[in-house]
């Protein structure tokens, strides 16, 4: 068994000699029968959230109503340990109306969304499928457990992640699942924006994001997320961008919106319909405006000056993945940013005080001026960052501009 689950082997052991069943479940078993690596790894159990609490020192309560606990072992790492529950009836589309604690293994897993994903292992490595999840995984489908329109009713948000999956694993769905959601797209409404922008972002990044670009579409789905309805063929187009190679939030809502050609006036709506933080709102912005500016004028000094390397990096590996600049590689932003000659106006070896010095402390606009005048003259190498260069250059610009301060 993969190594990942060695710990996770302690509390399931830990949970068996308190007299409570436990088993791997969901996306980490379903990745260990892929070959693929895993990510979290969830825990199943008969023991209540209190029982949970009683036997672990180290826990953090965050869903115990819904039966989570997160299992702190070590310093990195920690698991979800989740007691067996159905739901009860759904009415919004979204939540059940009430969570009841089970006893049976089996019970937990027909409650969960995809044959793939009901899938349960023990400590030993033993697969426990009711509901023949490997054969799918095998046959490369996503299959509701139990009937696809009943599911998707109870949580509209399961189409959504049906086509996220289909994104990582390059799996189709099967054809009562793809045709319930075709029929009830329109469910997705009812689903928060905070739970549609994570299967989103997963989507984007899978590595079949083509077709799973193609199944949001066929689905209908896209025209049921903030300002997607109508731009079927931008969506499409966006399939041909190696959108996984991006590795962050922002960069991915920066492609987003230059490839879905949201007018430059509405990217903040945009994103704000998305529910997205100030920081990543105002990050997209930025690396909007620094592209434009490259696009009309190349990579200047001044513009990675004015960015900072963070954000030119992450603007030109948003170029890049958009085939917007095949020329300018990685090291050529660094090297930029390594021979600035300055960082801020505060690594001037000449500043306002010495300017009032020379002009027998007058103080004035033409100050600032001179200033700002003087920062981009050491960016274009006008003139090197050392006093008496500077002083020279001071006495060129007051007759250039004929001041008499
Ligand atoms: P990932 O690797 O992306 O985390 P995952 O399968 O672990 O994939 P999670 O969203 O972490 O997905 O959910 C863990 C498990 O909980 C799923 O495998 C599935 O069994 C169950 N699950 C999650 N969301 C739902 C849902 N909306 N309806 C039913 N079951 C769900
Ligand atoms: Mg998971």
């Known amino acids: 068994m993969n190594i990942a689950f060695q710990q996770g082997i302690e509390i399931i052991e830990r949970l068996e000699e308190n007299g409570h069943e436990a088993y791997f479940v969901g996306g980490s078993v379903r990745d260990t029968l892929m070959d693929r690596a895993i990510g979290d790894i ?34 990195q790492e920690s698991y979800e340990v989740t007691t067996f529950r159905t739901d009860g ?7 059940p ?32 499928d009711p509901f023949d999840g490997e054969k799918d995984i095998n ?31 390059s799996f189709s769905l099967e054809a009562e699942t793809f045709l319930g959601i075709q029929a009830d797209n329109a469910l997705l409404e009812n689903v928060s924006i905070e739970r549609k ?6 989507l984007i990044l899978g590595q079949g994001v083509k077709f799973g670009l193609e199944l949001l579409v066929a689905t209908g789905l896209h025209s049921f997320l903030p300002l997607l309805d109508g731009k079927k063929e931008q969506l499409l187009k966006l399939g041909d961008v190696p959108l996984y190679r991006l590795n962050n939030r922002s960069p991915v809502w920066t492609v987003l919106a230059y490839g879905l050609k949201i007018d430059k006036a509405e990217v903040e709506d945009f994103l704000v319909s998305w529910k997205l933080p100030k920081k990543i709102v105002k990050s997209v912005a930025e690396n909007l405006l620094l592209m434009d500016k490259i696009q009309h004028q190349d990579w200047q000094s001044e513009f990675v000056y004015r960015a900072g390397l963070e954000r030119s990096l992450e603007a030109h590996q948003v170029m890049v993945v958009l085939g917007l600049d095949e020329d300018t590689s990685k090291k050529k ?9 300055i960082y801020s106006l505060k690594d001037i070896v000449f500043d ?16 600032s001026e001179i200033l700002s005048d003087m920062e981009m003259a050491l960016i274009y ?9 500077l002083k020279e250059w001071v006495y060129n610009w007051l007759q250039k501009y004929d001041r008499d301060y």
């Open 42 to 75: 969830d825990i199943a159990t008969s023991a209540t959230p209190e029982e949970i609490q009683a036997i672990f020192p180290k826990t953090v309560d965050v869903g115990a109503e819904h039966g989570t606990i997160i299992v702190i072992t070590t310093e």
């Open 381 to 389: 190498e006008e003139t090197k960052n050392e006093r008496a260069a």
């Open 333 to 341: 932003i660094y090297e930029l940013f390594e021979n600035l000659p």
């Open 352 to 367: 306002g005080h010495d300017l009032m010095e020379l002009a027998g402390g007058k103080r004035g606009k033409w100050i």
């Open 89 to 95: 009836n759904y009415t919004d589309n979204r939540h």
């Open 139 to 169: 046959r490369q489908v996503i299959r509701t457990v139990g009937k696809a329109k009943d599911r998707f009713r109870e949580d509209a948000l399961r189409m959504l992640r049906a086509v996220r999956f289909a994104s990582q694993l």
């Open 97 to 128: 109306d009430e969570v009841i604690f089970v006893k049976s293994l089996e019970e937990d897993l027909k409650r969960r969304d995809f044959t793939m994903n009901a899938i349960a292992m023990n400590k030993h490595g033993k697969i426990i």
């Open 197 to 202: 922008t994570i299967e989103m972002e997963k």
